[in-house]
């Protein structure tokens, strides 16, 4: 052995303890302010979900109908809409778990290097300090022993900890965005599991005969929902057009079980109809499954709000689609009535039809062909507030009222600019209906019908809601005259639409 080697082998080396024992408080500091500030945004994120996002994903079931009772929502002008606080559950612990790796905070106390340090079996070893900050922040620096600058540990540790917090908060926020994206996917699927317990398949059966004079038979699908169960029926709300020339009716519910059904009322103007099936003719395991759907309140609709459209709106029933609602139309002439048409920018097949939920499950909107919008290509829906009092009365086996006029409402302000009444401004009078053979015609303006006052068309459909085919009532209108406008009375019978 060589004199070097003998001397190499006696070298030692000379390890600071004052600076090992603050390497090792440095770390143990680190690890406990890193674990209170982790476990605080665990603890923050938590709290947050369980507050927001447990509502969500634990919807209330639908319940039973109740008898056949409609009330009608308060008109547009008297509520404001409703906004609903949804938020997700919490996130997964993992996340922060994550976020804590890759921010390169060590899981371990640094026995191991401890260790090393003290054997000397590897040689000179030199001290590993923290990384460089990346954000630079005065520190305070104090000279040692041999008379060189050292760094203040306690402030490089504080600003590893705000790095890490700040990375920790980032990655948590990105990983809540994937998961609010796929908790709404879950949503829309919880939604349509509700839905579709109360969407089922009409078949409308006709019959004709080939070159053979033998008889042949064909069917039409199209989707119904149910929205009342009674004690003797099961009554269904249809598109009138799908049933209209129907010989015979057929109902499959969710459960598969095929039904005979008969359509009880209709009403040609607004393009539903109400099938009934009877409660008697329905198996007892099916009858369980069959869950009314709830009629919700359009007049609360903004643009924007997503909703689920269900029944047939890729043209076959089962399918389903979604979207937003692009636009609203408050008032849309039509006959006795005044509707809300509401425009999904979801995709509708020409021959599709359905209606339109929100995420809660309600049905808002019943879609049709009469409203659509060719120019745009979107689909077109009557608004469902619209029509409550006319599904009530076609429920209940009513015809709905038909008095046969069109027009537009002539407000306080509308009235003043024009010199004229304020009331109902007919613009057409369908021929030969009850308000054509009675004498009312374009231009006049009706205003009341005894002490009821008749001035909005909306006020026009629910009192004619209050009457049946048959009815005779009087309508009092103004007509243009020569000077001034001229009060007039006539008395129509109702007919039925």
């Keep these: 052995m060589s004199e ?17 024992r603050r390497h090792r408080i440095r770390k143990l500091l680190k690890l406990l302010i890193t674990a209170v500030a982790f476990g605080l945004v665990a603890a923050l994120f938590f709290v947050l979900g369980r507050m927001y996002l447990e509502p969500r994903f634990f919807p209330e079931e639908t319940t039973q109908g109740e008898p056949i009772v409609i009330g009608r929502d308060p008109e547009e002008n008297d509520t404001t809409a409703a906004q609903t606080e949804t ?17 390169g905070e060590p ?39 041999d008379g060189e600058q050292e760094t203040d540990p306690e402030e490089i540790l504080k600003q590893k900890i705000e790095e890490a917090v700040q990375e920790a ?10 998961y609010l994206a796929l908790a709404e996917y879950r949503r829309l699927g919880q939604a349509m599991k509700t839905i579709n317990k109360g969407l089922v398949t009409i078949s409308s059966m006709t019959w004709d005969k080939d070159w053979f004079d033998n008889p042949v038979s064909s069917a039409d699908q199209s989707a119904g929902a149910v929205i009342y169960l009674t004690d003797a029926e099961v009554l269904i709300l249809a598109d009138y057009a799908s049933v209209a020339e129907a010989e ?30 009877s409660r008697g003719a329905i198996p007892d ?3 369980d499954s069959i869950v009314p759907l709830t009629l919700g309140n359009s007049y609360q609709l903004v643009t924007g709000t997503p909703i689920l459209v269900g029944g047939s709106p890729a043209g076959y029933t089962g399918s389903v689609t979604n979207g937003i609602i692009s636009c609203i139309q408050r008032n849309t002439a039509g006959t006795d009535t005044a509707f809300q048409i509401i425009y999904p920018n979801a995709h509708v097949a020409k021959s599709g039809g359905g209606f339109l939920f929100n995420m809660e499950g309600e049905m808002v909107g019943i879609l049709s062909r009469l409203y659509g919008d060719e120019e745009t290509g979107l689909p077109a829906a009557i608004g469902i507030s619209s029509l409550k009092g006319i599904i009530k009365g076609l429920s209940s086996g009513i015809d709905v009222a038909y008095l046969g006029v069109q027009g537009q409402n002539a407000t306080m302000e509308i009235a003043e600019m024009n010199e004229m009444p304020v009331g109902i401004y007919v613009t057409r009078v369908i021929v030969d209906s009850p308000a054509y053979e009675a004498g009312l015609r ?12 008749l001035t909005t ?7 004619l809601e209050n009457y049946s085919t048959g009815d005779v009532i009087t309508i009092r209108a103004y007509r243009s005259g020569q000077d001034d406008y001229v009060e007039m009375e006539f008395e129509v019978t109702l007919g039925a639409r």
């Design 457 to 463: 068309t909306q006020k026009l459909q629910s009192f």
């Design 442 to 453: 374009a231009g006049d303006i009706i205003v009341a019908s005894g002490e009821n006052d």
């Design 248 to 277: 015979a009716l057929n109902v499959t519910f969710s459960g598969g079980k095929l039904v005979e059904a008969r359509l009880k009322k209709a009403d040609s103007i607004t393009g539903i109809a109400i099938i009934s099936v």
């Design 285 to 287: 395991e099916v009858k």
């Design 87 to 103: 938020s997700p559950e919490s996130l997964p612990e993992t996340a922060l778990e994550t976020a804590t790796n890759e921010a």
């Design 4 to 20: 070097s080697e003998e001397r190499e082998f006696i070298r030692e080396k000379i390890i600071d303890k004052a600076g090992g």
């Design 107 to 145: 899981a371990e106390t640094g026995e191991g290097e401890e260790t090393q340090a003290e054997s000397g079996e590897t040689g000179s070893q030199e001290q590993t300090d923290p990384p460089e900050p990346t954000t630079k922040v005065p520190v305070e620096t104090s000279a040692g022993e």
């Design 169 to 178: 908060v980032q990655l948590a926020l990105e990983e809540q965005e994937d």
